[in-house]
């Protein structure tokens, strides 16, 4: 295949991950504020329902990819889980 090809994805990858380290860096920024005690009630209420939600969502992705890895080996059917040791 030509180079030529694989420019658009490389171009989104490298966007994904610029999106990536900003939000990450924000969340330290929010995180160190939440522990200098510089966020008002509404802002700390808000910042421990989304990661009380993302945690879950993490967690239902997780039993999900159990349970298709449990059907999976159940049934002679070959299965690699997207997130592997």
Do not use: C
Not at 27 to 39: C, D, R, W
Not at 41 to 46: C, D
């Amino acid at each position: 295949m030509k180079v030529e090809f694989f420019m658009p994805i490389v171009w989104i990858l490298n966007g994904l991950f610029l999106v990536s380290m900003i939000n990450f860096f924000r969340l330290v920024k929010t995180l160190i504020k939440k522990m200098t005690h510089q966020l008002d009630e509404l802002e700390q209420k808000t910042l421990v329902d989304s990661l009380a939600i993302s945690m879950l969502v993490v967690v239902v992705l997780h039993i999900l990819q159990v349970i298709i890895g449990v059907f999976t080996f159940s049934n002679g059917i070959k299965y690699t889980p997207v997130i592997a040791p």
